[in-house]
């Protein structure tokens, strides 16, 4: 299950990578990385026990899927354009 969150990130990171964007690419691996698992082990497993450390990192991956949602939603116009999908005719 870990993937259907982990797999967007890793593909719009290396996305954002290529075209240029590394500062938006660093922030979206340090923060599934290490900026959002750290708050995870430090609540989570007072609440799970161990299964509580391995659930930090499933939760920082669906954090940063949100939060990366909600970033490209918020700006697609900077990132997309329907001719660069689509080409009209």
Request: aromatic share 14%; glycine share 8%; proline share 3%.
């Amino acid at each position: 299950m870990l993937f259907l969150a982990a797999g967007p990130n890793y593909i719009l990171a290396a996305f954002l990578q290529s075209t240029g964007k590394t500062t938006l690419a660093m922030i979206i691996n340090l923060l599934k990385g290490f900026l959002l698992i750290i708050p995870g082990l430090l609540v989570l497993p007072d609440h799970f026990g161990l299964s509580g450390v391995w659930l930090s990192r499933s939760l920082a991956e669906i954090l940063t899927f949100a939060v990366v949602g909600v970033y490209t939603l918020y700006y697609k116009k900077q990132y997309f354009h329907a001719n660069t999908i689509v080409k009209h005719v």
